[in-house]
């Protein structure tokens, strides 16, 4: 593929796929008295910084310019797939490569009106709650099923404008509706939030929906390295170097942060006090670029999301390889000039719904971000408190990292205090 071909497919973006109109496991609508307005709900403002990925080949390494400024234009960059715009960096104002959205720094996403909505539907449906073995002690999952207030808040057109200005590239919500939107409960003392990993889809955008205010703990920890994989390695091995880690607050209910979670290793430390239990919202989001590596792990929700997952990811894949063969009707040449790149995009496009056919018949299987030892998120945990105390602490022991070694079998353990998430609940 010549680079012209190359950079043409990357800047080709298609629409969203709409929210699916029939819902998986038996789901009912919650009964609303609030409509989602986004002139009333949302108070988008800008994050004071978008920190970059650090390149894969100066891993460990703190770059001046790996805080830039919002808004990154668009098509800037999609990982190391895309070259185009450059960002501003943050101290200089000079154009810098960007490499890619890590995270942003946190900014405000609903207005307190939008904040009491959001937390209403979220008590409304709390009796639906059930748990993620060893990654969240309680959560929501798909509540955009039950609440068409939360759907409409995903597919906000100012939110998802200002989310693709963080990422330098067009973002939508993601295909697989059991992500739109889960909600996470961290009690006080009740342990780890959400323990070390990887996102088993492409971006996360994380709003904080409680009162943060004499809250201790519940910080986002980031672990700064230009390979995710390697990071979680040097967490388990207990030799990652505590500076090399970011602490991330929020500053009060309302603010969120958007990140690249499937590139990021991270994770969120046990609430010791506060006036209330931590209570944050995660919608997950997808590049608007069909061509884009698809970074959705299947196996991570075939665990998790009973009879939704088969469906929900041939979803995802169709709306793919749609928006590939768009490519091919609009932007490929006629006559012996295409023909090459007709029969690459042939290939490529029947290549992932073969693969597709295999992951949801099971016949094959893609492999987990996370580990899936029942005592890992404990000793995540206990090694997180450490941190700050001793300057060889880690955030981790070495059992303790949420991804699995390559090719070992993944076995899933119930935790003892709370049933993994039942079908009847979902």
């Given at each position: ?27 009912k ?83 307190d ?26 959560c929501?999952?798909?509540l ?56 088993s ?14 809250m201790?703990?519940?910080e ?12 979680l ?88 390889v ?51 030892d ?32 390559e ?20």
């Open positions: 593929m010549s680079d012209i071909t190359n950079g043409v497919r990357r800047a080709h973006v298609v629409e969203a796929a709409p929210f699916a109109e029939s819902a998986p496991n038996n789901i609508p919650t009964p609303e008295t609030v409509a989602f307005d986004a002139a009333r709900h949302l108070q988008l403002e800008a994050p004071a910084y978008v920190k970059m990925l650090v390149p894969s080949v100066s891993p460990g390494t703190q770059h001046e310019t790996d805080r830039v400024r919002f808004p990154v234009p668009l098509s800037a960059s999609e990982n190391q797939d895309r070259e185009g715009a450059n960002a501003q960096c943050d101290s200089t104002g000079l154009p810098v490569p960007f490499t890619g959205l890590a995270y942003s720094a946190p900014f405000r996403v609903l207005s009106e939008g904040v009491e909505a959001f937390r209403r539907v979220v008590v409304d449906n709390e009796q639906f709650s059930g748990c993620v073995p060893s990654l969240v002690p309680k929501i999952r798909g955009g099923y039950r609440s068409k207030f939360v759907r409409d808040f995903n597919y906000s057109k100012p939110l998802l404008n200002h989310l693709s200005s963080c990422a330098g590239i067009g973002v939508g919500p993601h295909d697989m509706g059991m992500n739109l939107s889960q909600v996470n409960f961290g009690e006080i003392g009740g342990g780890v939030v959400n323990a070390w990993h990887l996102d889809v492409p971006f996360v955008m994380v709003i904080l929906l409680s009162d943060h205010r004499d201790e703990g519940g986002l920890l980031v672990a700064r390295l230009g390979d995710p994989h390697k990071a390695e040097m967490i388990r091995a207990d030799t990652i170097d505590p500076g090399m880690i970011d602490r991330v607050n929020y500053p009060g209910a309302g603010y969120a942060i958007f990140m690249q979670g499937s590139q990021i290793a991270h994770a969120v430390t046990s609430v010791t006090a506060a006036r209330e239990r931590r209570l944050t919202c995660v919608n997950s989001y997808q590049s608007l670029n069909p061509f884009s590596l698809n970074r959705t792990v299947y196996r991570t929700f075939s665990t998790m999301d009973g009879d939704a997952p088969p469906y929900e990811f041939a979803r995802h894949v169709a709306w793919r749609r928006g590939q063969l768009d490519y091919l009707l609009q932007k490929v040449e006629n006559g012996s000039g295409g023909h090459g790149e007709v029969t690459e995009i042939l290939r490529d496009a029947a290549a992932e719904l073969e693969r597709a056919r295999g992951l949801v018949t099971n016949t094959i299987q893609d492999e987990r971000p996370y580990d899936t029942g005592g890992a998120a404990a000793e995540a945990d206990a090694a997180i408190q450490n941190l700050g105390t001793n300057a060889r602490a880690t955030h981790a022991d070495r059992n303790a990292v949420l991804n699995a070694e090719g070992a079998p993944v076995i899933v353990e119930e935790e003892e205090e709370r049933d993994p998430l039942p079908v009847s609940k979902l």
